[in-house]
């Protein structure tokens, strides 16, 4: 179905681990996950729906989302969820 959202992504030549962590507005991670080093894309396949780390939907409203690869930040955003 059309629920759910798309992460893309480019990462350093090289990159040996690679995490994509999403955190509340208050600073608490909520979902952390490891991504593919030789995708582009999180999912690989589909749309991921929003959950938090124990699997619950987050909630309505802001997020903040990060990139790291090989322990370094790469990338952040802002995301809102609305359901």
Not at 32 to 45: C, G, L, Y
Request: hydrophobic fraction near 40%; glycine fraction near 12%; include cysteine.
């Amino acid at each position: 179905n059309d629920t759910g959202t798309t992460f893309f992504y480019a990462l350093p030549e090289g990159t040996k681990s690679a995490e994509l962590m999403v955190f509340s507005i208050t600073g608490c991670l909520v979902f952390s996950t490891p991504v593919d080093v030789n995708a582009s894309r999180f999912p690989i396949q589909g749309r991921w729906n929003p959950v938090d780390r124990n699997g619950v939907e987050l909630g309505n409203g802001p997020y903040i989302y990060v990139l790291i690869a090989d322990g370094k930040v790469i990338g952040q955003g802002k995301m809102v969820i609305q359901r």
